[in-house]
């Protein structure tokens, strides 16, 4: 069953003569565990698609389900439930309380969602690296550590999905690549799906599916570098048990748990 499914999706603002197609009746299909990376110039269309995934806007026309089941568009108050059950979303600026220290931004979050896992949450803080920082207040963190606190914060009610909107674009190249780095291993820890828009190819990189966007359509849907990486491991791991299984029985239980890894 696909994760996310959208059919004939479209966004238009405005009439007439000043009618812009956000979105043109755009169809798509995700499944659960994918890392895809919508790219797109200025306009493109990418952050108002993400905005519908997220249940934070209602197409003019389209239908969505998410696991089989119709999204409640168009009532605010089941797609602000939907969104607490379902989505963790990753801003450009952080969007941190400045007045409570990183483990308490990621709690926040849980309790809106009628959870409280402090072990959880001192865990995701910990995942995106930043174990022994929990006490810090956003001010006495850098740029990269407050984007990271928001990473944890996404992460530690158990969504289904990951939403990120340009989420290294307040960063400098550097420290994008640790962010981006840290997002992958948390969301493939996880097993989490992720959907981030990004402007810059270069973070295409870490994705297992590029799809490309133009004036509110989709262009181009191609698998990212990530897949092929993971692809070639595969591969790799099942050579190896071919290989090893030729020394016989000794070595059984080792070719299992390599097997039970893939």
């Known amino acids: 069953m696909d994760l996310i499914s959208l059919e004939g999706i479209s966004r238009f603002y405005g009439e007439g003569e000043t009618l812009v197609k956000a979105l043109d009746e755009v169809d798509l299909k995700i499944e659960e565990g994918e890392i895809v990376a919508l790219l797109g110039p200025s306009g493109s269309g990418k952050t108002t698609l993400l905005n519908v995934i997220s249940a934070l806007d209602v197409p003019t026309d389209g239908n969505y389900q998410f696991r089989g089941q119709k999204v409640p568009l168009g009532h605010v108050e089941k797609m602000t439930t939907f969104r607490r059950e379902n989505v963790g979303y990753i801003f450009q600026f952080f969007n941190l309380i400045s ?33 022994g920082l929990e006490n810090r207040f956003p001010a006495q963190m850098s740029g990269g550590q407050r984007q990271r606190v928001a990473i944890a914060r996404a992460l530690a009610k158990s969504p289904r999905i990951i939403l990120g909107d340009e989420l290294t674009g307040n960063l400098d190249s550097k420290t994008s690549r640790q962010v981006m780095e840290a997002l992958i291993d948390i969301v493939r820890a996880e097993s989490s799906t992720l959907i981030y828009v990004t402007h810059d190819e270069k973070l295409t990189k870490y994705a297992t599916r590029v799809i490309k966007l133009d004036s509110g359509k989709i262009v181009s849907d191609e698998s990212g570098e990530l897949a092929s990486t993971i692809g070639h491991a595969k591969d790799s791991a099942r050579k190896l048990v071919k290989e090893v299984s030729k020394l016989g029985g000794s070595v059984s239980s080792t070719i299992n748990r390599i097997k039970d890894s893939f």
């Open 99 to 131: 007045d409570l220290t990183a483990e308490e931004n990621v709690l926040l979050v849980q309790q809106l969602s009628g959870l409280n896992d402090r072990e959880r949450a001192k865990k995701m803080l910990s995942l995106v690296g930043l174990s």
